[in-house]
């Protein structure tokens, strides 16, 4: 299967290395980022979704705006409006962008971050929402005829839309968490599901979890995997882990899990943190080059865990994930302007050329057996 390679924008420069800089909303940055990601051979761009940020909706339909060829992977939190207004929002969008767009549910940050928008649910019954959800958000997206729906959290009465994705039978919808709740929700509706940076046999371990949750449903062999992690791409090795030794210095220098900030909030708790922080417990790298540091310094409050070294050796690692079922590749950049370039000038290409080949050479074999059972 090809893969398919997403980075991301916010509204303005920054990172956990690089302060925050330019205006709030900071057109330009947007700009140069997305045609550097169309320039240098990436799918999409995930725009995410969090409480006190710009609106992503307008961002997402800003960068179709400014590319011909780049989709988008827009977070998309679950509970703040209803499904149905939802469908028609993402259904439009997609027209716009004449099939763009993917949509990553979303169904809860922490629960300071839900409590803002005003979300005083539980992380289970959060699950439980997004559920049903989903149930009324492709229905919209698929009837005909006007429908009535009576739910835990959603009670419609002949709801309706004339408009229907661009793209058929609909939008994909990619999919994070990893609670037993998140997973059954996932087995049920993601075609793409997230997962962080673990190492190979955490990710092994939480594509079976998944594929028996999607069995459920008749659907194991429908669901693909999107892993998500921070490149660190040098000329050398050993350039790539000074590098690395140089951002490691600039996260400590910004506060983590020793900051004031950390030990009155404590560490996120959600189970994919969790297994971050365990990960990292056991080495400073993992497999070939999973690098972890930034996760126990920061917490692993998000995608923290990088894969270091040349483009070449990168591109290996990444290959080793793909054989494990992995079809699609996140990046989160350090440096995201800069580091965009490298990763599509140094990564992406060498990761597609071995696919088509390894593919090419699977459909020799498959014709060749094919030929020998009809002798």
């Known amino acids: 299967m090809p893969v398919e390679f997403v980075g991301h924008v916010g509204s303005r420069a920054g990172s956990d290395v690089v302060p925050a800089s330019g205006p ?42 400014e590319t011909q060829r780049l989709g988008v992977m827009l977070a998309h939190r679950t509970g703040f409006v209803p499904p149905t207004i939802g469908a028609r929002q993402l259904a439009t969008l997609d027209h716009f962008s004449d099939g763009r767009l993917g949509v990553h549910i979303i169904t809860g940050g922490t629960d300071e971050d839900q409590q803002r928008d005003g979300d005083f649910l539980n992380k289970d019954d959060r699950y439980t929402r997004t559920d049903e959800y989903l149930d009324v958000l492709k229905r919209v997206w698929s009837s005909d005829t006007p429908f009535d729906h009576e739910g835990r959290f959603y009670k419609f009465k002949g709801a309706f839309s004339t408009v229907k994705p661009f793209q058929q039978p609909r939008i994909p919808i990619y999919f994070g968490g990893s609670s037993d709740a998140a997973i059954e929700v996932a087995g049920k509706h993601a075609d793409v599901y997230a997962l962080w940076g673990e190492p190979l046999d955490g990710t092994r371990e939480t594509i079976a979890r998944v594929r028996a949750a999607a069995a459920k449903h008749g659907r194991a062999d429908q669901i693909r995997f999107v892993l998500a992690f921070r490149p660190v791409v040098a000329e050398t090795e050993a350039k790539a882990w000074e590098r690395a030794d140089r951002i490691l210095e600039a996260v400590k220098a910004r506060g983590g899990v020793d900051s004031p900030n950390a030990r009155t909030q404590g560490l996120p708790m959600n189970v994919g943190s969790v297994r971050l922080r365990e990960a990292a417990a056991r080495g400073r790298v993992l497999d070939k080059r999973l690098w972890t540091e930034v996760a126990a310094v920061s917490g692993a409050g998000g995608n923290s865990t990088a894969l270091v070294g040349t483009g070449e050796q990168v591109a290996e690692s990444l290959l080793d994930y793909y054989d494990l079922g992995v079809t699609t590749f996140l990046v989160r950049c350090f440096y995201p302007e800069e580091d965009t370039v490298t990763y599509g000038r140094e990564v992406i290409g060498l990761v597609r050329q071995e696919v088509a080949r390894r593919e090419a050479q699977a459909a020799v074999h498959q014709a060749a057996g094919q030929s020998v059972a009809a002798e």
């Open 24 to 65: 709030v909303v900071d057109k330009e940055y947007i700009r140069r980022i997305a045609r550097a990601a169309e320039d240098h051979d990436f799918d999409r761009l995930l725009i995410g979704s969090f409480s006190t940020i710009a609106d992503n909706n307008q961002i997402a339909a800003f960068v179709l705006h």
